[in-house]
């Protein structure tokens, strides 16, 4: 078990790649989330997910033999149009984006540490 310091949901990079934006987190001396922390935050403080404010977890991109797969885990709140249904409407969801799509509505979740 561990803490994370200062988690961010990255809204500065709101519309960036999850190519681009890993290397700005890194520069700013942040370490990205993984899917579990990002979830466990999110159970711990449920309002840092909002509607057109939500988050990728790029650390969590799985290894591939070029460098890492193309697919980038998000978090992100449904407005339950298409498969998932009125019935889901507004329900926080868990899925991938491709890494070279930008998103309006997608940050990069962070960390200043882990103690």
């Not at 509607?51 to 992100?76: E, L, Q, T, Y």
């Not at 984006?97 to 979740?109: E, I, K």
Request: net charge positive.
């Amino acid at each position: 078990m561990y803490l994370l310091r200062d988690v961010d949901r990255g809204d500065d990079l709101l519309g960036w790649t999850p190519n681009a934006a890993l290397p700005e987190i890194v520069g700013q001396g942040r370490t990205p989330l993984t899917i579990s922390e990002g979830i466990s935050w999110l159970l711990q403080d449920p309002s840092s997910l909002e509607p057109n404010r939500c988050f990728m977890c790029v650390g969590s991109r799985k290894a591939a033999a070029r460098g890492v797969d193309a697919r980038a885990p998000a978090i992100w709140i449904s407005r339950g149009t298409g498969r998932d249904g009125q019935a889901r409407r507004d329900a926080p969801k868990v899925g991938w984006c491709w890494a070279g799509n930008n998103h309006a509505w997608l940050g990069f979740a962070s960390t200043s540490g882990r103690d």
